[in-house]
């Protein structure tokens, strides 16, 4: 069975552009045999471990400690918050059996873990002293899913979720937007992936929480993406699992808690932020490979020179620090090996032959689009350097740009029923329309019968603060982001 | 409830002072709620990190990538491999409802991962030239399990995986005996935790596999370990998998694979190999905190100036690459502290109170026993580096001459019978008997008896040669390890 092995242009079929995108950057597969379910290849586990290296640095030096929960709880468990088990239920996988018998009480497989943590918390807790308890957990989790997309939306999925008790409702909240921060600072520093901070509407909030905050970026096709979500818990689940801890008065007291994640669905979000009809465009900053370098030549007397000095400039320029690969596959043209690192995303190419040689000199070539440019060999290293901070600030320029050009405000009901309307996954056109609105479940549900919904309201207003609900006129704060998502 | 807080001796109950040092150290808790499923608590995650670290980076370096496979298998998938079902049957977690509804088929939660890697590799190997393919994977696993032990037997437990495969018996033999020595170097000479290379018996040996290779090492109340695990898989997983690959020849033959893992099995070794009656003690390269700085004062006067002092002196063994806490918690004494980081296994505590400063000196204890000494503070980074060595060093002849003392070579079967006899987890007093076997199932069959098992025949014999089998009086080629084991 011969496979497809060029790549779907946009313009045609954006969704078939991403599973192509996907495919032939050996990011991942779908596990056919496994519902909903793929597997993450090599390169996109990769970019998955510089994802965690960067956060979990972060999330220590904010003072979280890294732990580990059972995959298994019991399903009572989740019933015990009455909006968590409303909003679990329809997608766990449970395990009925178990070394060959049938299980007294069903274990649900985590669809995340704050009720397992509650019932620790609970334990663990007493006083004051033992506050604030932050711990982070990495882990996979599975939700079923009917409709999956690999890394967007998979039955199971990778993530960290942190967790974390506080002994006042403000510091629970300053916890979940400090690490909101964190994975905005992450997403734009280091994805090069612009994302809006705001808080969820009460319809599309965390189930169980008080408050839940995201950070929502925008997909080439203009479909909003939820990156990465912080809950304000409350208490919530310190009410449902018993976690009290005595104060400071010697009172008994709840505790307050937050929970907050992102997953490998951040590596969908990066492939839809800068990826091109050629196929997988990275940021340096999250490339496994940095540099490629490809040596030329058509006799084998040529070879040994081009290798040596091609081994001598990829030392050169991992000494400043760079991931450089040296392509020596025997049997394959240099046009074949281009093609081959384009797709994977590697962001600058190295081209060295015998004419280059004898000029002292290198070809190379960005991955995100410039023309081919020498080099001289003594240059290199740092030029490359130079380069990776060039890529870095021009890919994010350009989805700040992106997000800026598709971002409308839009004041009538029926201009952005209009707007909405044509607009899917695998079309584009994607807007995000700034809208005001009253804070009323009525006119969002109004909104949602687009197929949009209400992806933020954002911390920051840069749209002229108050004004008149797009649905029923009534007074607004400030605009809200609508927006059709992955 | 009032939760005890001291330590069983080891001569009192062997297996109750392991779980107290677990307890103490806060290094896990039995999670109750989940059957055989344990909490790994922040201490003990970090000592996880440092060994995945460790590995990781070998594994990297041997040209293994890691990858990330689904954790539910089709549960017909296990049925393919004969052996392989029939050794993982008994143990496998189902999951039956996904989505609230009966699944058509039941998945299995991963026991091991060898059937759905195969699937995966019989689609992405068809030539010569995409072998070796050398994949790892970290990952959670399940085997129901009926008697657990924090760490050392848990129905979900965290590993690695490591799955390749190879166009020739030869390599898929010589890539299973490379990463066996990459676990045994690691085990030797960052967990300080001698080890015995060898191969499994036929009866001993992993499911599926055609050989099993071990790392096998003796607990201090002389029970046996198998720490890691190495296999030669032979054809087996590649013929029920229909993994085929056109050779050198173009001819189609079925790949040679290898699996090997450790776990968190690790942990228990590690507390099981050091520790005393005083709770954990670490190696300094397993310790997540090496250096525990207690500053001492009676009076807040004399608080800041001891406080500075802790902080340069800490700034400069940090400076040398120590992990250094300095603990600043108000409102406890000194004792208390040093109580606290000694159970925690911290390798050595520092002293500094007024009068050290005042003579310009600290005081030094390490964990391992040796008594409390000044140390001038111009020289403390250098002599805690020193003495980092020296800790790490002691421990591993320490644990090596225990084996030592507890290795008999053994000649009668009523000997053999009478010195395993008394032999508990809970008393100690374990051997490890070296006997001379014939290779037959009947005699493994007796000695199996006693309820010690074959552990290995090692690599190397250093017990002289040929003999008679302690059963059968028929011949022996070498002497084998047998034990009591965990």
């Not at 994640?261 to 490979?289: C, E, F, K, Q, Y």
Request: glycine share 8%; aromatic share 10%; hydrophobic share 40%.
């Amino acid at each position: 069975m011969a496979e497809k092995t060029t790549i779907t242009p946009r313009a045609e079929d954006y969704a078939s552009w991403y599973q192509d995108v996907i495919r032939q950057g050996e990011l991942a597969e779908p596990a056919e045999v496994v519902k909903g379910c793929m597997v993450i290849k090599p390169h996109g586990y990769a970019i998955w471990e510089k994802i965690q290296a960067q956060l979990d640095r972060r999330f220590k030096e904010t003072g979280h400690k890294n732990a580990y929960f059972p995959l298994f709880i019991p399903e009572s468990f989740l019933k015990r918050e009455a909006q968590h088990v409303e909003g679990f239920s329809p997608e766990l996988a449970v395990v009925t059996i178990g070394g060959g018998k049938q299980l007294e009480e069903a274990y649900v497989v985590r669809p995340t873990s704050e009720t397992i943590i509650g019932h620790f918390f609970a334990k663990w807790i007493s006083s004051w002293r033992d506050l604030p308890l932050l711990i982070n957990q990495w882990a996979n989790v599975v939700r079923w899913e009917l409709r999956t997309r690999m890394f967007l939306r998979t039955t199971e999925f990778l993530w960290q979720e942190g967790h974390t008790a506080h002994a006042s409702h403000e510091e629970a909240i300053a916890e979940a937007r400090r690490m909101l921060e964190v994975y905005a600072e992450f997403a734009e520093g280091w994805m090069a992936m612009p994302v809006i901070r705001g808080t969820k509407t009460e319809s599309e909030k965390f189930a169980g929480a008080v408050t839940s905050y995201c950070i929502e970026a925008m997909m080439q096709n203009g479909l909003a993406l939820q990156a990465g979500t912080s809950h304000d818990l409350g208490q919530n689940f310190g009410k449902a699992f018993d976690v009290k801890f005595q104060n400071t008065e010697k009172q008994l007291e709840y505790v307050w808690q937050t929970s907050w994640g992102v997953s490998t669905r951040l590596i969908g979000g990066l492939v839809m932020s800068h990826s091109d009809d050629n196929g997988l465009v990275l940021p340096p900053r999250m490339a496994p490979i940095q540099v490629a370098v490809v040596p030329i030549y058509r006799k084998d007397e040529e070879r040994q020179a081009v290798y040596e000095a091609a081994d001598r400039l990829a030392a050169e320029a991992r000494a400043k620090g760079l991931l450089v690969e040296v392509d020596k596959r025997e049997g394959y043209k240099p046009g074949f090996k281009y093609f081959h690192w384009e797709q994977r995303g590697v962001p600058v190419r190295v081209e060295i032959g015998p004419r280059d040689l004898a000029a002292s000199q290198v070809m190379i070539k960005r991955r995100d689009g410039a023309d081919k440019r020498a080099v001289p060999m003594g240059e290199l290293a740092g030029t490359l350097f130079g380069v990776m901070e060039t890529i870095q600030g021009d890919l994010l320029a350009r989805a700040r740009e992106r997000m800026e050009q598709s971002t409308l405000e839009v004041d009538s009901h029926d201009e952005f029923v209009g707007l909405m309307a044509p607009i899917t996954a695998e079309k584009g056109g994607g807007k995000f329309a700034m809208v005001h609105w009253c804070g009323s479940p009525d006119c969002e549900a109004r909104i949602k019968e687009t197929k949009a919904t209400f992806r933020c309201i954002p911390f920051e207003d840069r749209h002229g603060g108050p004004g008149k609900c797009l649905v029923c006129g009534g007074p607004s704060p400030r605009r809200v982001v609508a927006a059709k998502a992955y």
